[in-house]
């Protein structure tokens, strides 16, 4: 009879706690591609930018964060070949799971040409290497 009581309330004990927390879970993956990205730092803030939770995302860019306490937070994404992303004002309410995919953009290099700066460099030096020498040679003739 004890045991069957102490079951009983240990199970309502562990229910009414699941429900004053949310769960957040979710997936990382490439914006343009849809890969997964295993590996991404994912942490969850308070808006003044505390941590409260942080997880890693596996292999199949999944990543789970509990217990949340229902309230209003900011995410954070991060990996060191992906632009950082930001989601602000998340709000989490008692006993609710939430599902966020998350889509990052990776680094990319830029086709545009590129202004060369040594080039340029260059020839500033030497207009500048004339300008003098005709100088020079203006100064002498005149004298």
Excluded: C, W
Aim: aromatic fraction near 14%; charge should be negative; hydrophobic fraction near 40%.
């Amino acid at each position: 009879m004890k045991l069957t009581t102490f079951i009983l309330l240990f199970a309502l004990a562990s229910v009414s706690f699941a429900q004053q927390h949310a769960v957040l879970k979710g997936q990382v993956t490439h914006e343009e591609s849809g890969e997964a990205i295993p590996f991404a730092t994912v942490v969850l803030k308070y808006p003044d930018g505390e941590i409260i939770s942080g997880a890693y995302s596996d292999f199949d860019g999944h990543f789970y964060l509990q217990p949340i306490s229902p309230g209003i937070y900011t995410l954070e994404v991060s990996h060191l070949e992906y632009h950082k992303k930001v989601l602000e004002d998340l709000q989490f309410a008692p006993g609710r799971v939430y599902y966020q995919e998350l889509k990052m953009k990776d680094y990319t290099y830029d086709p545009r040409p590129q202004p060369n700066r040594y080039y340029h460099d260059e020839i500033t030096r030497s207009a500048l290497s004339f300008s003098s020498l005709l100088m020079f040679v203006l100064a002498v003739l005149v004298l």
